[in-house]
C-alpha cells in the first residue's frame, strides 16, 4: 500500500523519481480502508529534507500509513520557508485531541544545551505526556531520545569529547525481539552527535529496557512499555549524503571536524560514499509499523489509551 500524504507536499515528487509509490490526500479518500495515522514532530532545521527521509522509510510497508506533520508553536523555522510550514505542518494544540497509531519525533540542534533552557522545553514534554494516552507507539531519534529518557526516567546526557561523527558497527542484545526481524548479526547506523547517554544510567532503571549497543557509538535503541516508546539514539533514516554535506559545511565554517568514520570508500571524501545501512533502516521502520503499530493498535483508534 502507499503513503497518504498531504497534497502537494515536496517529497512526493522527490520520492517518486526514486519509483516509491506515494499518494496525496485527493486520491486516498477513495480507497476504502483504515490507513495507519503516524504524527510526526519535526524538529530539525531542514524539515523538507528530514520529511523525505522519513516518507522513505515509511514507505517500505504494504501498510497504508497516513502522515500527519506537527509542530510546536513556542518555535519558529529558520530554514523553512513559512509557507511550507503554513500548508502542511499544525500546532500541537490542534491535535491534542486527536489519536495516532505511531508518532515519530525526531531529533533537533540543541543537543548541546540543558534540556530544560531549551526554548520549547515545556510544550516538548506536553507532548511527551499527550503521546502516552493518545499513540499506540512512539519512535524517538537521537536528541528527542536523550529528551525521552530524562524527562520520563532522570537518565541523564554527557557530552562528548569530540563529535560521534560516521557509521559505526551495532549488534543486537536480544537477536529475537520483532524490531530485529532480518537483521544480520551486525548492522551499521549513522550517528552525529556531540552527547551520549550511558549503559549504566540505563539498565539500573528496571522499566528500560537495552536493545542494542555499539562498541564505538555506544547505546543505540532502548525500549519502554513494551515497545510503546522507543529511544533510538543514531540515524537510520538520514540519506547517502547527509553526512558528506555535514562534513562539507563545518568544513566550510572553520569548524573542527574530522573525516566522518567508516563512511566514504577508503575513509578518503575524494573516493565517494559507501552506504551500508540502508537495508537495516528500512527493516527497523518496517518493523517498528508492523509489530509495534499495526500489530498493537486497535481498530477504532479512539480506544487508543
Given at each position: 500500500?502507499?503513503l497518504?500524504?498531504?497534497?502537494?507536499?515536496?517529497?512526493?515528487e522527490?520520492?517518486?523519481?526514486?519509483?516509491?509509490?506515494?499518494?496525496d490526500?485527493?486520491?486516498a479518500?477513495?480507497q476504502?480502508?483504515?490507513?495507519?495515522?503516524?504524527?510526526?514532530?519535526?524538529?530539525?532545521?531542514?524539515?523538507?529534507t528530514?520529511?523525505?527521509?522519513?516518507?522513505?522509510?515509511?514507505?517500505?510497508?504494504?501498510?497504508?500509513?497516513?502522515?500527519?506533520?506537527?509542530?510546536?508553536?513556542?518555535h519558529?523555522?529558520?530554514?523553512?520557508p513559512?509557507?511550507?510550514m503554513?500548508?502542511?505542518?499544525?500546532?500541537?494544540?490542534?491535535m491534542?485531541?486527536e489519536?495516532?497509531d505511531?508518532?515519530?519525533?525526531?531529533?533537533?540542534?540543541?543537543?548541546q544545551?540543558?534540556?530544560?533552557e531549551?526554548t520549547?522545553?515545556?510544550?516538548l514534554?506536553?507532548?511527551?505526556?499527550?503521546?502516552?494516552?493518545?499513540v499506540?507507539?512512539?519512535l524517538?531519534?537521537?536528541?528527542?531520545?536523550?529528551?525521552?529518557?530524562?524527562?520520563?526516567?532522570?537518565?541523564p546526557k554527557?557530552?562528548l569529547?569530540?563529535?560521534m561523527?560516521?557509521?559505526?558497527?551495532?549488534?543486537s542484545?536480544?537477536p529475537?525481539?520483532?524490531?530485529?526481524?532480518?537483521?544480520d548479526?551486525s548492522f551499521y547506523?549513522?550517528?552525529?552527535?556531540?552527547?551520549?547517554?550511558?549503559?549504566?544510567?540505563?539498565?539500573?532503571?528496571?522499566?528500560?529496557?537495552?536493545?542494542?549497543?555499539?562498541?564505538?557509538?555506544?547505546?543505540?535503541?532502548?525500549?519502554?512499555?513494551?515497545?510503546?516508546?522507543?529511544?533510538?539514539t543514531?540515524?537510520?533514516?538520514?540519506s547517502p549524503?547527509?553526512?558528506?554535506?555535514?562534513y562539507k559545511?563545518?568544513?566550510?565554517?572553520?569548524?573542527?571536524i574530522?573525516?566522518?568514520q567508516?563512511?566514504?570508500m577508503?575513509n578518503?571524501?575524494e573516493?565517494?560514499?559507501?552506504?551500508?545501512?540502508?537495508?537495516?533502516?528500512n527493516l527497523?521502520?518496517?518493523n517498528?509499523l508492523?509489530?509495534?503499530v499495526?500489530?498493537?493498535?486497535?481498530?477504532?483508534?479512539?480506544?487508543?489509551?
Amino acid at each position: 500500500m502507499p503513503l497518504n500524504l498531504p497534497d502537494k507536499l515536496p517529497a512526493i515528487e522527490l520520492l517518486k523519481e526514486e519509483n516509491i509509490f506515494v499518494i496525496d490526500n485527493s486520491r486516498a479518500t477513495q480507497q476504502d480502508i483504515r490507513p495507519l495515522r503516524i504524527a510526526i514532530l519535526n524538529l530539525m532545521p531542514l524539515k523538507i529534507t528530514t520529511e523525505t527521509d522519513l516518507i522513505r522509510l515509511l514507505s517500505n510497508t504494504p501498510l497504508q500509513v497516513e502522515i500527519s506533520f506537527m509542530k510546536i508553536k513556542s518555535h519558529t523555522s529558520k530554514n523553512t520557508p513559512i509557507e511550507h510550514m503554513k500548508a502542511f505542518y499544525t500546532d500541537f494544540e490542534k491535535m491534542r485531541n486527536e489519536k495516532y497509531d505511531g508518532m515519530i519525533i525526531t531529533g533537533a540542534p540543541v543537543e548541546q544545551i540543558d534540556f530544560e533552557e531549551v526554548t520549547y522545553w515545556n510544550e516538548l514534554t506536553d507532548i511527551f505526556d499527550w503521546s502516552r494516552t493518545h499513540v499506540t507507539s512512539t519512535l524517538y531519534i537521537c536528541w528527542a531520545a536523550y529528551a525521552g529518557l530524562y524527562y520520563h526516567y532522570g537518565v541523564p546526557k554527557h557530552a562528548l569529547k569530540e563529535k560521534m561523527f560516521g557509521v559505526f558497527e551495532h549488534r543486537s542484545l536480544s537477536p529475537l525481539h520483532p524490531i530485529f526481524r532480518g537483521f544480520d548479526d551486525s548492522f551499521y547506523v549513522p550517528h552525529s552527535r556531540h552527547t551520549e547517554v550511558r549503559k549504566e544510567d540505563i539498565v539500573k532503571i528496571p522499566e528500560l529496557t537495552l536493545l542494542s549497543e555499539s562498541e564505538d557509538a555506544g547505546v543505540y535503541m532502548v525500549m519502554a512499555r513494551g515497545g510503546r516508546d522507543f529511544y533510538v539514539t543514531g540515524h537510520s533514516e538520514y540519506s547517502p549524503l547527509t553526512l558528506d554535506k555535514e562534513y562539507k559545511r563545518d568544513l566550510g565554517k572553520g569548524l573542527p571536524i574530522h573525516v566522518p568514520q567508516n563512511y566514504y570508500m577508503n575513509n578518503n571524501p575524494e573516493e565517494g560514499v559507501c552506504v551500508r545501512w540502508r537495508a537495516h533502516a528500512n527493516l527497523l521502520f518496517s518493523n517498528w509499523l508492523n509489530y509495534f503499530v499495526y500489530q498493537e493498535t486497535p481498530y477504532n483508534i479512539e480506544d487508543i489509551k
